[in-house]
């Protein structure tokens, strides 16, 4: 029997997402349907999607390492209090750190569908090679390609403490590409009220507060509603996969405005 992978974004952050039910409430982009009863281990997964040896790499190479820096800043920030916040002397991301989110950033990029599809349309060799084994050239190639780039080499890594009452959603797609101040950032919320972000600038942001080095706690709902809101419209225009939330009411005041905005024009 095969192993059931995901397509693109691995469970350990989805998991983050769910309720106290242990439920995901999620928004699927094909079907334009809503579901409060997801789960961390079946959404957007495929039987032998990937090899099991590239499953395994991926987890021993770059899921494990970046699932502990996630936990890490999960455990500094969500619990703890503001004060003791204040007690720590040492920045959160080590040089090993930013290196792993960088090119966890890339896997996520390099996992999304239509690499895959674009793969099977250009290469030549794709009928010698079962499915699985073509996905694991597409995204191998991909990565290797981001990787060898780099491009994200320059850009700072923050932590992004959501201190609203809205939750952040996710997106298949994962990394949320924006515009701050004029600046590109790119974003991914690994749990309702914290997000890793690159950034291409050394000033603060000015739509946050800075408590410690590369840590900014978030504070005004239109931050919020501005990265939800990007992440809705990135997967949207994909036409595929999922928009995942802890909390049901939330996801849907954001299709909803979505679809309002994109209405066509009557008049």
Known sequence: MGIRSHIQMPRFILARFEDTNNYISCYDVRNKSFSEKGHAKTINTETDYYPKGFEEKLNK?????????????????????????????????????????????????????????????????????????????????????????DFLKEYHTACLINRTSKPFVLSNYGVVIHLVDGRIHFTLPVSPCIAITLYDFEKKLNSAESMLPNVFRLQKYEYIDFINMQSVKQQIKLGWGYICSNDSAILKTYINAYNFSNQPNTR
């Open 61 to 149: 190479e770059l899921e494990g390492p970046f699932s502990r820096i996630v936990a890490k800043m999960i455990l500094l920030f969500s619990s703890s209090s503001e004060k003791d916040w204040e007690r720590i002397d040492k920045p959160v991301f080590t040089k090993s750190d930013e290196l792993i989110c960088r090119q966890f950033f890339y896997l996520l990029m390099a996992r999304d569908v239509s690499v895959v599809n674009s793969f099977y349309e250009e290469s030549d060799y794709s009928i010698f090679f079962k499915k699985a084994q073509n996905h694991e050239l597409a995204v191998g190639f991909a990565m290797n390609a981001l990787c060898e780039n």
